[in-house]
T-cell receptor, first 111, second 114 residues
Framework: QQPVQSPQAVILREGEDAVINCSSS?????VHWYRQKHGEAPVFLMI?????EQKGHDKISASFNEKKQQSSLYLTASQLSYSGTYFC????????????FGKGTLLTVNP | DSGVTQTPKHLITATGQRVTLRCSPR?????VYWYQQSLDQGLQFLIQ???????AKGNILERFSAQQFPDLHSELNLSSLELGDSALYFC?????????????FGEGSRLTVL
């Protein structure tokens, strides 16, 4: 039930791009993306809903392939502030509203 | 500041004891979620309430229980504590009922069981 994220960790230099992937074995109703910095609470980045609706920050982009139950988060022109652990969360829908998170992807952006 | 308040921030207790973690959601949010985060683990979903009713349940141990009160605050009760229960417990609130809305996380309650 827990979505699978890849890669587990990635190291970038400032200005480089990265893609974080999230996949589920179940049909999805929504995909959530959050970022957590060390010692802090997770912070909302984006929600992608079945049917194409997206809600989130303008500087973040993501995709949601409903047929493949996959989502990708695109981080472009990375900044030092992008460092943190990125979590993908999924809701399978139906009568199941559990928002289940993956194990996270640790992103480190170096100068 | 997310607007979600969790107390206590830190708690140290012994095995076999019982503790209560409290969460006040953002003003107007009817959904409350509880998550457990251990070292090297992601955010493990425990339980969700919406307007006082249990909405979804995760891998919450039988030793753990939760409820949401009429004023919408929620409490997570952990009993017969074991060393493995040491973790950061997050509460999050949302205006949404079905997992289609942003979650606002509190700063967490760090539980240490000795």
């Amino acid at each position: 039930q827990q979505p699978v994220q890849s890669p587990q960790a990635v190291i970038l230099r400032e200005g480089e791009d990265a893609v974080i992937n999230c996949s589920s074995s179940k049909a999805l109703y929504s995909v959530h993306w959050y970022r957590q910095k060390h010692g802090e609470a997770p912070v909302f980045l984006m929600i992608l809903l079945k049917g194409g609706e997206q809600k989130g920050h303008d500087k973040i982009s993501a995709s949601f392939n409903e047929k493949k139950q996959q989502s990708s988060l695109y981080l472009t022109a990375s900044q030092l502030s992008y460092s943190g652990t990125y979590f993908c969360g999924t809701v399978s829908g139906g009568s199941n509203y559990k928002l289940t998170f993956g194990k996270g992807t640790l992103l480190t952006v170096n100068p | 500041d997310s607007g979600v308040t969790q107390t206590p921030k830190h708690l140290i207790t012994a095995t076999g004891q019982r503790v209560t973690l409290r969460c006040s959601p953002r003003s107007g949010d009817l959904s409350v979620y509880w998550y457990q985060q251990s070292l090297d683990q992601g955010l493990q979903f425990l339980i969700q309430y919406y307007n006082g009713e249990e909405r979804a349940k995760g891998n919450i141990l039988e030793r753990f229980s939760a409820q949401q009160f009429p004023d919408l605050h929620s409490e997570l009760n952990l009993s017969s504590l074991e060393l493995g229960d040491s973790a950061l417990y997050f509460c999050a609130s949302s205006a949404d009922r079905v997992g289609a809305g942003e979650l606002f996380f509190g700063e967490g309650s760090r539980l240490t069981v000795l």
